[in-house]
DNA sequence: AAGACGAAAGTGGTTGA
DNA sequence: TCAACAACTTTCGTCTT
């Protein structure tokens, strides 16, 4: 029945399409977007048999390509005052010529400024579920895009590397921080460049973040690993006592919090073992080890 | 056989001269 | 700009459950 629907997706022309029918949405693979929630079957309305008739039944038109600003006409007014016909243009009228060229020139600036913020939002939109992160902080992230387009930012730079950084701020002022590792992941740049952008960004928009507390982590781990409310409360208070004794300076947060749930899924009978940990903090099971031994030497754990 | 442990060498980022 | 440095990773052999 739907052999007849636009297998290629608005967004970025991909035809790796998927339907997913149990949902009844069909998405895209490779960029993630949910092109049609409700499928309805966009297919020929009669079957044909030949093709006048094809044509003529088909619910469907050829696909648009949104790829290509002004749809690569471009609509300069000539620097001749010369009129459509080549004839001179009045001297009272070279004025008025002037400042049509200027309006001109500006309306098709702002044209593309507005579709590369569509682009952007579309982008964060996309990124943010994919990610899991609420509505909110879409809206704070998408602020700080704005701010970042309207003071000439984006010049040079990727949209995409630029919604990542709004994203990751967003997310670390929530107090719910994605590393850079996970941000740059699902944006496919790399932490380096996505890090680079970051600074460059908080600096001009002078952004000013406190710094990540592992307990910060503590619940989308906990989440992530199926523990019980009761671990993720304990393994605060171990990272609250790990603080206390000064423990913490200058370690990796999610190494901290992971070893805290850790610790706190061995007491509670809920044990996870240090592999499964390490893949959902994002680092290695030496780390967590590490961090262990240094709070088994200095936190009494009896007492939790 | 899986999990935990720890040594050793390598990596990327920060700091201080 | 460069070397020293701390934290972390990778890899791997060994021990424990």
């Known amino acids: 029945m739907n052999e007849n629907k636009q297998n290629i997706c608005p967004e970025c022309g991909s035809t790796n399409l998927?339907?997913?029918?149990?949902?009844?949405?069909?998405?895209?693979?490779?960029?993630?977007?949910?092109?049609?929630?409700?499928?309805?079957?966009?297919?020929?309305?009669?079957?044909?048999?030949?093709?006048?008739?094809?044509?003529?039944?088909?619910?469907?038109?050829?696909?648009?390509?949104?790829?290509i600003a002004d749809k690569g006409l471009p609509t300069d007014i000539a620097f001749k005052n010369k009129d459509a016909n080549g004839n001179k243009v009045p001297e009272r009228n070279i004025y008025q010529m002037h400042r049509l060229r200027k309006l001109?020139?500006?309306?098709?600036?702002?044209?593309?400024?507005?579709?590369?913020?569509?682009?952007?939002?579309?982008?964060?939109?996309?990124?943010?579920?994919?990610?899991?992160?609420?509505?909110?902080?879409?809206?704070?992230a998408a602020l700080i895009y704005r701010n970042a387009a309207k003071n000439g930012l984006v010049r040079g730079r990727s949209i995409e590397s630029i919604v990542?950084?709004?994203?990751?701020?967003?997310?670390?002022?929530?107090?719910?921080?994605?590393?850079?590792?996970?941000?740059?992941?699902?944006?496919?740049?790399?932490?380096?460049?996505?890090?680079?952008?970051?600074?460059?960004?908080?600096?001009?928009?002078?952004?000013?973040?406190?710094?990540?507390?592992?307990a910060d982590y503590v619940p989308r781990f906990a989440t992530l690993l199926g523990v019980s409310d009761k671990v993720q409360v304990m393994a605060i208070k171990i990272i609250d006592d790990a603080i206390n004794k000064g423990l913490i300076n200058g370690k990796e947060p999610t190494g901290v919090s992971a070893t805290s749930l850790y610790i706190a899924s061995i007491l509670l009978n809920e044990k996870r073992t240090q592999k499964q940990i390490s893949e959902i903090a994002g680092v290695t099971e030496v780390t967590i080890r590490n961090r262990y031994k240094e709070f088994c030497e200095n936190l009494d754990l009896r007492i939790f």
């Open 18 to 67: 998927v339907v997913d029918n149990e949902r009844a949405e069909i998405s895209c693979k490779r960029c993630g977007l949910v092109i049609e929630e409700s499928i309805i079957d966009q297919g020929a309305e009669y079957r044909a048999f030949d093709h006048d008739q094809y044509m003529k039944r088909t619910r469907v038109g050829a696909p648009t390509i949104y790829g």
């Open 104 to 140: 001109n020139k500006r309306m098709r600036i702002s044209r593309t400024g507005e579709r590369n913020l569509a682009i952007a939002l579309s982008e964060l939109n996309r990124k943010s579920s994919l990610l899991g992160i609420p509505r909110s902080i879409r809206e704070d």
């Open 164 to 214: 990542a950084v709004s994203l990751y701020i967003s997310c670390r002022r929530a107090n719910i921080p994605r590393t850079l590792d996970e941000i740059a992941e699902v944006f496919n740049i790399t932490r380096k460049r996505l890090g680079k952008n970051y600074r460059f960004i908080s600096r001009e928009l002078k952004i000013k973040l406190n710094p990540t507390s592992p």
